[in-house]
């Protein structure tokens, strides 16, 4: 939730408790909007990950919010990981995906790991 308030503004609220969607009650705010319109549109989206490190890449929980009034649109290609966008006055997330099922993880070299 605290990611949606920051991109989109205090006004969002989830559908219910661990929901996969939310509801704007008010005039977007954060990140990409301010006063209800829209800013920052040089930037397609925002990439968020969560407890992402070097050794669990592959299965760290990530999330693309997809910026709705972009100038250039999301590749179709990173659409297939788990996104949230806005629709009206509700962001909507898909299905949770891992990055292992979209990305094939590299093998980790035992010589990279004393560089970390």
């Keep these: 939730m605290d990611e949606a308030q920051a991109l989109y503004g205090d006004h969002v609220r989830l ?4 929901a996969a969607s939310a509801t704007v009650l008010g ?6 909007y301010e006063g209800g319109r829209p800013r920052r549109e040089q930037v397609s989206g925002a990439w968020i990950f969560r407890g992402l490190h070097v050794y669990n890449r592959h299965v ?4 693309l919010y997809v910026h709705p009034r972009a100038e250039r ?3 179709e290609s990173l ?9 009206g006055d509700t ?3 898909t299905e949770p995906r891992w990055l292992s ?4 993880p590299d093998p980790i070299d035992p010589k990279d790991r004393d560089r970390d």
Aim: no cysteine; hydrophobic share 50%.
């Design 15 to 18: 559908a219910g408790h661990a």
């Design 27 to 32: 005039p977007l705010g954060g990140f990409w």
């Design 60 to 63: 760290a929980q990530d999330t």
């Design 73 to 75: 649109p999301m590749p």
């Design 79 to 87: 659409m297939e990981l788990t996104t949230a966008s806005l629709a």
């Design 91 to 93: 962001i909507q997330w």
């Design 101 to 104: 099922s979209v990305f094939e």
